[in-house]
């Protein structure tokens, strides 16, 4: 009994203690890093996004992959902003090709 009056003390005064909140990040609602949705082309359809969680833009080297990433083919650049995903790509058959980014560690 005296466990359970012990928790519930304990309890109540962490319930009392003031919350501060730290700044919000940017990118609290971005999928960080490479990363793949449904297409609107049909059940094999992907898109392809590169989440940047990061506080300033970055830039990224794309590539389209080609069977499991056996064939990798530059691409282009593409500059993301911090906090959003870029569109890297679409495919209708992700089984055979894809896209994905790599950060460059340089900004934009």
């Known amino acids: 009994m005296k466990r359970i ?3 519930a003390a304990l309890g ?3 319930a009392t203690l ?5 700044p919000a990040a940017a990118s609290e609602s971005v ?4 990363y793949a949705t449904q297409g609107s082309a049909g059940p094999n359809a ?9 506080s300033t833009a970055t830039k990224i ?5 080609a069977y499991g990433g ?3 083919t530059f691409y282009g650049e593409k ?16 089984l055979v090709s894809s896209y994905t980014g790599e950060d460059t560690g340089t900004a934009c």
């Open 31 to 34: 999928t960080c890093g490479n």
């Open 5 to 7: 009056a012990a928790a």
């Open 12 to 14: 109540l005064a962490c």
């Open 61 to 65: 080297n794309v590539y389209a992959l």
């Open 70 to 72: 056996g064939i990798k």
């Open 79 to 94: 500059c993301v902003a911090a906090g959003t995903a870029a569109l890297l790509g679409r495919t209708t058959q992700y």
């Open 46 to 54: 992907r898109d392809y996004y590169w989440g940047n969680c990061g």
């Open 18 to 22: 003031p919350v501060v909140a730290g």
